[in-house]
């Protein structure tokens, strides 16, 4: 590939790693210019944390990573409009070093991360931004899972029988 086209796909590729990151929404406002009242939150939505134990004891191999602050949230979505209220990120001792070496310990590459969110409906949204940002980037895809307001991302380096544990597992969430 030449020059330009490198260029070109390096700035294509900021601009959706961006747009996966930092996913920001306004809130709408009523008529009357109040702000809408937030969306009911999921009958049973659980924190990251209480589904990572459900999914850890059905999957072995997978470990606690790190539980995301508003601090730390690579993504900024912690407790904002449209975010998530936990996440977790954690890892999958199958996944071979090898294939994530130089990766930050919070990296989706080495096993994946739980979001839960107030509703099925934005756990959803975010689930199908994160396939439509990451369709044409196959270095980007992973498998996403979701039940109720909970999102299962998991790491593409599992191989799909692998990453199947995990869709098993999220079916079973309360």
């Given at each position: 590939m030449n020059r330009a086209a490198h260029a070109a796909a390096a700035a294509v590729t900021a601009v959706?790693?961006?747009?996966?990151s930092n996913a920001t929404s306004t809130p709408k406002a009523a008529p009357g210019g109040q702000a809408a009242p937030a969306p009911a939150p999921s009958q049973?939505?659980?924190d990251a944390n209480s589904a990572f134990a459900a999914i850890s004891a059905a999957v072995p191999s997978a470990k606690l990573g790190g539980t995301v602050?508003?601090?730390n949230d690579p993504n900024h979505m912690l407790g904002r409009?449209?975010?998530?209220?936990?996440?977790i990120t954690f890892t999958d001792a199958r996944i071979p070093a090898e294939q994530t070496e130089g990766r930050d310990a919070d990296d989706l590459e080495l096993g994946g991360s739980i979001e839960v969110f107030p509703t099925a409906a934005e756990a959803k949204a975010r689930a199908d931004y994160i396939q439509a940002a990451t369709k044409a980037m196959p270095a980007l895809v992973e498998y996403d899972y979701l039940h109720g307001a909970t999102l299962v991302r998991v790491s593409r380096l599992l191989t799909p029988a692998q990453a199947a544990d995990y869709e098993k597992a999220a079916t079973?969430?309360?």
């Open positions: 959706l790693l961006a747009g996966c049973a939505a659980a602050t508003a601090e409009p449209n975010g998530y209220t936990s996440k079973k969430l309360p």
